[in-house]
């Protein structure tokens, strides 16, 4: 049985090239060319006799930026709001990501990609889809899973592939507040605002401080954080799509 996903691109012949290689691991890609073209099918999502899993989006679409092709994806009726959505773009400026995780794509792919890396990423999405474990169901549980990061608010724990990280109260409080908005951006004033009841500290730098100590006891590379990103002049976002 083939999993139908949708690709909305306007390369036509990267478009035919992806879809040849998925093909041949299951997969049955439906090609888009622009951004009108692919809202107008997943408007009819929910009535198709096969309705796509997982979403491929260009960044750069002729009629529309991708950005707004997402957000637009997030608003329309479940549970086509909630399909994962894979961003693709020829840019390398970090921020594109950023934007991208913000406003609720699950993944972000760079041009050029090896076919086997973004196999690879649809295969962790659905997983995700399927086991119920990306953050918008996650929320409702005491255990937060992304990728190999668990954090237990009821005992109060984090563990990074299953090793216990090493966190003071407050800085598992700034960690879940985080957490809990994946994918948003926040500022400093507004990660205090959500640990308000604790004791806050008075001054933006030691959030600075605690996040420093947060990314050296979770991330790998504590030079190239992938969990905790900073957005320069803004504050910071927890990545939604984690290793």
Do not use: W
Not at 58 to 84: E, F, H, N, Y
Not at 126 to 151: C, K, N, P, T
Not at 157 to 183: I, K
Not at 187 to 192: E, G, P, S
């Amino acid at each position: 049985m083939t999993t139908p996903i949708l690709m909305i691109e306007d390369d036509a012949r990267l478009a035919q090239m992806v879809s040849e290689y998925l093909a041949q691991s299951g997969f049955a890609v439906q090609h888009a060319p622009d951004a009108r073209s692919g809202l107008e099918l997943l408007s009819h999502h929910q009535a198709a006799p096969t309705p796509v899993e997982l979403v491929i989006l260009d960044l750069m679409l002729p009629d529309m930026d991708g950005l707004d092709v997402c957000r637009q994806i997030r608003t329309l009726a479940a549970p086509t709001a909630s399909l994962p959505v894979l961003m693709l773009t020829a840019k390398g400026d970090p921020m594109d990501r950023v934007i991208g995780l913000e406003i609720g794509a699950d993944d972000y792919l760079p041009k050029p990609f090896e076919p086997r890396e973004l196999l690879a990423r649809i295969r962790a999405l659905l997983r995700r889809q399927h086991a119920g474990q990306m953050h918008a169901d996650s929320v409702a549980y005491d255990v937060m899973r992304f990728g190999s990061l668990e954090i237990d608010r009821s005992a109060r724990v984090v563990t990074v592939a299953d090793q216990v990280a090493d966190l003071t109260s407050y800085q598992f409080d700034l960690l879940v507040a985080l957490a809990e908005r994946a994918g948003r951006v926040l500022t400093r004033d507004q990660i205090m605002e959500a640990v308000r009841g604790r004791e806050l500290e008075a001054f933006d730098r030691s959030i600075d401080v605690h996040m420093g100590r947060i990314r050296a006891a979770i991330e790998s590379d504590i030079k190239n954080p992938r969990r905790i990103l900073t957005v320069r002049g803004v504050g910071y976002v927890f990545a939604k799509q984690q290793d």
